[in-house]
């Protein structure tokens, strides 16, 4: 996993999954059972086991830690729930000049059960299996802050954006350092790599997204790079937005099911990697017509010099059969280790 997102040689292309830690495993749904979301993401016990089940499971190269976007906003004292059905609910927005200064900071001592999760987690993965650190971008944790929760429209966001650009800009600083701040104690403890999930910045055009967003997510990357370790930043719907994103600093650029990885590779910095990018509903396909879909994007991301990671182009889908991911990652290094194999004999 690691090399392959520095653009170093491997013999096979590695997988993980997005959103692979939980809904969609049985196992998944009866260890939580009985306990809410952000509860689970602070029991270092919980967060352990859930992280290592698709790694047992599916036989991924990576695990991605399990939280959820909000959990540094909730640690930094920010009153949230996620309501099921619906996901994160504010008890107070934040609209105002006044309700910016007013959110907190978050201090890494704040989570020391983050740290206990990733140090529990990497002992049980070994040197083998790397741990993947992750949190929210800066625009997408002010979207749910002046929403309220999440949105169809972002409309209030927008407005915020155009209305009054500074105080938007001094919310996003703030939030770029809460995201920073939950990533280095993740990192510190353990992680190997991190992705930066911008979930809702595909509702913004890049206008906007350069004028107003894309500081504050290199401000992120930026605070992050004496780790030394390698970085993914990934958008949904983000194909007009891939290369201002690209400028952000990530090692790899997360690439969603709506743009071919070829197109991808036109729009990035040189030396990225790619990481992506099978449509998560194809899972539900029969494997017959799921396999050449499979093959044809390790095809197109082997042809990506800079490096290659397969992953869906979005989170694993609830109602995926458990059984279909990990013939997923078998197929995936089948086809790979065949085409580096032969581009080997060749040389």
Same mark, same amino acid.
């Given at each position: ?27 998944? /749904?009866?260890? /939580? ?17 859930? +992280? ?39 008890? %107070? !927005? ?9 959110? !907190? ?16 987690? +990497? ?5 083998? +299996? ?30 915020? #954006?155009?209305?009054? &650009? ?14 920073? +701040? ?11 790599? $991190? ?11 890049? /206008? ?12 992120? $990357? ?6 030394? #370790? &390698?970085?993914?930043? $990934? ?37 990225? @990697? ?23 994007? =390790? ?6 010099? @800079?490096?290659? #990671? $397969? ?12 059984? =279909?991911?990990?013939? #997923? ?13 032969? %581009?080997?004999?060749?040389?």
């Amino acid at each position: 996993m690691l090399p392959a997102l520095r653009g170093e040689p491997i013999d096979h292309t590695p997988v993980w999954f997005m959103r692979q830690a939980g809904r969609s495993l049985p196992e998944y /749904r009866r260890l /939580r059972e009985g306990t809410s979301m952000l509860d689970s993401c602070r029991d270092p016990e919980l967060v352990t086991e859930i +992280t290592l089940q698709p790694v047992r499971r599916h036989g991924v190269d990576a695990a991605i830690f399990f939280s959820d976007i909000v959990v540094p906003l909730q640690a930094a004292g920010v009153e949230v729930e996620i309501v099921a059905g619906r996901g994160p609910v504010l008890a %107070a !927005p934040i609209r105002t000049r006044a309700d910016v200064e007013a959110l !907190p900071e978050l201090e890494p001592d704040q989570i020391p059960d983050i740290a206990e999760s990733v140090g529990r987690i +990497t002992a049980e993965l070994g040197s083998d +299996t790397p741990l993947i650190g992750f949190a929210g971008a800066p625009f997408t944790l002010a979207s749910y802050l002046i929403e309220g929760g999440p949105s169809k429209n972002h409309e209030k966001t927008k407005s915020l #954006v155009v209305a009054d &650009p500074e105080t938007f800009s001094l919310l996003l600083s703030k939030l770029a350092r809460i995201s920073a +701040t939950f990533i280095d104690v993740q990192l510190s403890a353990g992680a190997s790599a $991190f992705q930066l999930f911008d979930s809702w910045a595909g509702y913004l055009n890049r /206008r906007d997204y350069d004028d107003h967003v894309l500081e504050h997510s290199t401000a992120v $990357f930026d605070a992050l790079a004496g780790h030394d #370790v &390698p970085s993914i930043h $990934f958008g949904v719907q983000t194909g007009e937005l891939l290369g201002s994103m690209s400028r952000a600093g990530s090692t790899a650029m997360g690439v969603d099911f709506r743009v071919a990885l070829t197109d991808a590779a036109t729009r990035i910095q040189p030396g990225q @990697a790619l990481q992506g990018n099978l449509d998560p509903a194809l899972l539900f396909a029969p494997w017959e017509a799921l396999a050449p879909r499979i093959g044809e994007i =390790v095809r197109a991301g082997l042809s990506h010099d @800079a490096g290659f #990671v $397969f992953n869906l182009g979005h989170g694993v889908l609830p109602d995926t059969d458990p059984e =279909v991911p990990g013939r #997923v990652v078998a197929e995936v290094h089948r086809v790979s280790a065949e085409i580096l194999g032969e %581009a080997a004999a060749t040389r």
